[in-house]
């Protein structure tokens, strides 16, 4: 079966410092891969997503990156970090290619990694 | 206007009850649609997708109508299990997916 990890689970950073987040995804090959944010009380907002190896679109202009170096591996980045980066970033993936009605293109999320800036 | 938009809540119910949620979506584009349920601090988990013919998994039903481009989730008889936030999700062809802010339940004994 299929399982995705990500991590760290919590973290406190200060502004201005660099972030890493690492997504992998176990018992499937050709993820689509995708990094949502959930702000405090709102709703999930897709940051990047990736069809492939070293193939990333992103959704919304900021200051985080996001990289695929490897089929299953999915990594968040920021040089510096803002305030207003804080939240719970969650990865998820769904098997490639369009949706369907057979329901096979869900997106299975990670566990989130709960990220706060002072 | 959000592309997917939903009643916040919270709905208060007891056990037992038949709770409703309507989310409405704006994208005409939109192909598949889903319910997820979110627990608090948690990763947002499928619950059901949502087919235009309707369907049914136990105490669930979900409903979608293309015309009026809404989508529903019934619960009967709410259990205090069931208390979380519920999201509508649209995704259009692509790897669009949009998510609704949620409407919070609680199900109280």
């Known amino acids: 079966s299929q399982t995705i990890h990500q991590w760290p689970a919590t973290l406190v950073q200060p502004v201005g410092s660099p972030l890493s987040l690492e997504c992998t995804v176990e018992g499937t090959s050709n993820p689509n891969l995708y990094w949502y944010r959930q702000a405090a009380g709102r709703g999930l907002q897709l940051l990047f997503y990736?069809?492939?190896?070293?193939?990333i679109s992103s959704e919304v202009p900021q200051n985080l990156s996001a990289s695929r170096p490897q089929d299953r591996q999915f990594i968040l980045s920021s040089k510096k970090l803002l305030l207003s980066d804080s939240g719970f970033y969650l990865c998820a993936w769904s098997s490639s290619g369009g949706p369907g009605r057979s329901g096979a293109n869900v997106l299975t999320f990670g566990a989130g990694s709960r990220l706060t800036v002072l | 206007r959000k592309e997917v938009e939903q009643d916040p809540g919270p709905f208060n119910v007891p056990e037992g009850a038949t709770v409703a949620f309507n989310c409405t979506y704006s994208?005409?584009?939109?192909?598949?649609f889903f319910w997820y349920r979110q627990d608090c601090r948690k990763e947002p988990k499928l619950l059901m997708s949502v087919y235009s013919s309707g369907n049914e998994d136990g105490r669930f039903t979900a409903q979608l109508n293309r015309a009026s481009q809404y989508i529903s989730l019934l619960i009967r008889d709410s259990k205090l299990s069931d208390s979380a936030t519920y999201l509508c999700?649209?995704?259009?062809?692509?790897?669009?997916?949009?998510f609704g802010a949620g409407t919070r339940l609680f199900v109280k004994a």
């Open positions: 990736s069809v492939g190896i070293g193939q």
């Open positions: 994208n005409s584009a939109s192909q598949s």
């Open positions: 999700v649209g995704r259009s062809g692509g790897f669009k997916t949009i």
